[in-house]
């Protein structure tokens, strides 16, 4: 069965849609889609507007990131960001339809948005989320695939669109009513996007602006943590 998996994603690498997967794998048409529905639930294909297989965002965690290097370089960053900006640093990995918490610099007295190392959050809302998903191929990012993928979601392809054009997200009162944040993505060696780095905190504080406040502090870290995975 893994052979016809692999078979499967061969014939998917520069798109398919079910007929040509059956076409050139030579898979019966129940076999073939049994599959590909899947690696398509594991992250491992995708499809686009039209419907066509391709390979899925889960294999660029595979092929960019380098996530225990990662993580241990995250702490001094976080922590620097933190006392730059006094307010707590979170590092996010994707995972699945999912991001998770694999680093923390919490802010150390005062009002503060507590995300606990390990934590999962959807990718339905705040910059985090924007961030991991507004470099995703094109046709990824349309209202339509946004809107069947993440039902519920805060957000537009219009507001993913923004976060390209700026190099950076904010959110304020999306996650959670009162949080703010700000989050700029880590690229890795094949100019993808493996992480987000944040701050988030109370919009008593960061106000209804906190990306002109903050993200050129949160764009530097971003820099720091993504210089050992690019390429030079």
Same mark, same amino acid.
């Given at each position: 069965?893994?052979?016809? @998996? ?5 014939? =998917?690498?520069?798109g398919?849609? %079910?007929? !040509? #997967?059956?076409?050139? +794998? &030579?898979?019966?048409?129940a ?6 529905q ?15 297989f391709k390979?899925?965002?889960r294999?660029?965690?595979?092929t960019n @990131?380098t996530?225990?290097?990662?993580i =241990?370089?995250a702490?001094?960053? %976080?922590? !620097? #960001?933190?006392?730059? +900006? &006094? ?6 990995l994707?995972r ?6 694999v ?13 606990p ?7 339905? @809302? ?9 470099w ?7 209202q ?14 219009r507001?993913?669109a923004?976060?390209?054009?700026n ?5 304020v009162?999306?996650?959670?009513p ?17 992480a ?30 993504s210089e050992p995975?690019t390429?030079?």
């Amino acid at each position: 069965m893994l052979d016809k @998996a692999v078979a499967v994603m061969d014939a =998917s690498v520069h798109g398919a849609s %079910l007929a !040509e #997967l059956i076409t050139r +794998t &030579g898979l019966p048409r129940a076999t073939a889609h049994r599959l590909a529905q899947a690696l398509e639930a594991h992250g491992l294909l995708t499809r686009d507007a039209a419907g066509q297989f391709k390979l899925g965002p889960r294999l660029s965690q595979y092929t960019n @990131a380098t996530p225990d290097l990662l993580i =241990s370089i995250a702490r001094p960053v %976080l922590i !620097e #960001l933190r006392d730059l +900006t &006094g307010e707590s640093a979170q590092l996010y990995l994707r995972r699945g339809e999912g991001r998770v918490c694999v680093a923390v610099a919490e802010r150390a007295s005062g009002l503060r948005d507590t995300i606990p190392l390990g934590s999962v959050l959807p990718l339905t @809302a705040g910059s985090g989320a924007h961030v991991l998903l507004a470099w995703e191929p094109a046709e990824l990012t349309t209202q339509a695939v946004l809107h069947a993928k993440f039902p519920g979601a805060k957000f537009s392809a219009r507001t993913l669109a923004e976060t390209r054009r700026n190099g950076w997200a904010a959110s304020v009162g999306e996650r959670e009513p009162g949080v703010a944040s700000v989050s700029a993505p880590v690229w890795g060696p094949q100019n993808g996007v493996i992480a987000a780095v944040s701050i988030s905190g109370p919009i008593q504080r960061l106000g209804r602006k906190p990306g002109a406040k903050y993200a050129s502090a949160v764009l530097r870290a971003a820099r720091q943590l993504s210089e050992p995975h690019t390429e030079k």
